[in-house]
DNA sequence: CGAGAATATTCTTGTCAAGGAATATAAATG
DNA sequence: CATTTATATTCCTTGACAAGAATATTCTCG
């Protein structure tokens, strides 16, 4: 989770991974549509799929990147363990809220 | 969108984030837990505030931080953009691809 | 009001990662 | 085989940021 969060938080590679939304595309059109040079593309090409978020195929002279679902639905699945907040109402203070009235319970047994 | 994932890119951030999962704790209970020292928790949770994350709701002496399901919704709203992904048979290049084929029919005309 | 507890802020330092420029590699093609 | 095209890699510099230590702030309570 830690490595797609990492991955995710580069500008460039957000958008990266926004325009492979579209489908598949390789190296030179990534780096003219997003105007960014190519060897920065490749670049951050590496650390995306060292995460695990595209994969390459290549195609005669191109490389061809795409998107692997795998990981963006272990984000979805993370992203459930959330989900509960907002159909509950969560904002009562649950957790902490109920130790501490259990310590202010023991002060005031100890009154 | 940046914001969001630039925030949860520190593993002790996202930790701190997971640990609110299970409900609002104020900033020494979140020390103590994750055997992170206050000053960092104290920073940490700066940064996740301006990010949108979390609140904070003072009591008494304590300063007590919560999830905001909100930055949460937004996220799951920016993965919906990717679930037809692994829904769809997305992997036949479609996009790109297209585009490459009709290039090669103009050069085929061109001979 | 003074002391202590909980939390925030400041300053410094070290590390890491992104961008630029140059170069290396690989495949295609004449 | 030489050249061109597409992509990857290396080296360097710079900036951001996280941790540590010290200190400031805020609230509570006697």
Redesign the interface.
């Known amino acids: ?2 490595s797609i ?2 991955a ?2 580069e ?1 460039n590679r ?1 958008q990266i991974v ?1 325009l492979l ?6 190296v030179g ?1 990534i780096s003219e549509r997003l105007r960014i040079r190519q060897p920065q593309v490749s670049k951050h090409l590496r650390v995306l799929s060292d995460a695990g978020l595209v994969e390459v ?1 290549p195609l005669a002279n191109l490389r ?1 990147y ?2 692997r ?1 795998q990981r ?2 272990e ?2 699945a993370w ?1 459930d ?3 509960s ?2 159909d509950e109402r ?2 009562r ?5 109920n130790e501490l009235q259990a310590q202010e319970n023991k002060d005031s047994d100890k009154k």
Do not use: V
Not at 21 to 26: A, I, Q, S
Not at 93 to 97: E, I, P, Q, T, V
């Open positions: 989770m830690n969060m990492s995710l938080a500008p957000l926004e939304r579209f489908g598949p595309r390789p059109d195929q061809i795409k998107l679902p963006f639905q984000l979805d992203l363990s959330f989900r907040m907002w969560f904002d203070l649950d957790g902490y809220l």
